[in-house]
């Protein structure tokens, strides 16, 4: 089993709906959660960083992370165009190189 | 912009030959991180930096080397060159926390 398992997509939804990308992990001593927006051909760029379980939003952006059941989850709402890009989830146990997703890749059509 | 720099944009070289990947953290970020970025497997840890030292080692192969220097800038050196090692390669940085800030990225394209 790998320790960071995301849904490589893809993944296509119409202008202004909800998007729902999710992360599950095995690795129980992961703390810190983080989700990264890559644009094609371009590094990631930092979204989302949650410190343990719960939620947190930023505008369009919330981000939920559920220890209990090793999963994380970034939603997304009113998607835009321009959130088309592939997003990756990222996490630690705290003062240890980031484990990354794959990434799943979204395309949103106006 | 993140505030890390990375040099070149695009390198191609030939299978056999030696290149250096160089990097500018954030102003202040004592830590550095190289990544590896192919198709098939995403986003690979290479190898980490605190303050000139060695912090955390992941998938480098031996024929990878890197450090970093008092300046703080680090390097990434690539030698005896394959195919397989053409991707992105990615510099992060990081203050004291976890969240890490990357770079645009070198693209190698070994031919």
């Known amino acids: 089993q790998k320790e960071v398992e995301q849904d490589p997509g893809p993944l296509s939804v119409p202008e202004g709906a909800i998007v729902s990308l999710n992360c599950t992990y095995s690795?129980?001593?992961?703390?810190?959660f983080m989700w990264y927006r890559q644009y094609s051909r371009k590094g990631p760029e930092l979204l989302m960083y949650?410190?343990?379980?719960g939620n947190k939003e930023d505008g369009r952006f919330t981000a939920q992370v559920d220890k209990s059941s090793k999963y994380i989850s970034l939603f997304i709402r009113d998607s835009q165009p321009s959130d088309s890009a592939t997003y990756l989830c990222a996490m630690s146990a705290g003062n240890t190189p980031l484990v990354f997703g794959k990434g799943t890749r979204l395309s949103v059509i106006a | 912009d993140s505030g890390v720099t990375q040099t070149p944009k695009h390198l191609i070289t030939a299978t056999g030959q030696r290149v250096t990947l160089r990097c500018s953290p954030r102003?202040?970020?004592?830590?550095v991180y190289w990544y590896q970025q192919s198709l098939d497997q995403g986003l690979q840890f290479l190898i980490q930096y605190y303050n000139g030292e060695e912090r955390a080692k992941g998938n480098i192969l031996e024929r990878f080397s890197a450090q970093q220097f008092p300046d703080l800038h680090s390097e990434l050196n690539l030698s005896s060159l394959e195919l397989g090692d053409s991707a992105l390669y990615f510099c992060?940085?990081?203050?004291?926390?976890?969240?890490?800030?990357f770079g645009p990225g070198t693209r190698l394209t070994v031919l």
């Open positions: 992060a940085s990081s203050d004291a926390g976890d969240t890490q800030y």
């Open positions: 949650t410190y343990s379980s």
């Open positions: 690795n129980s001593a992961f703390q810190y």
């Open positions: 102003s202040g970020d004592l830590s």
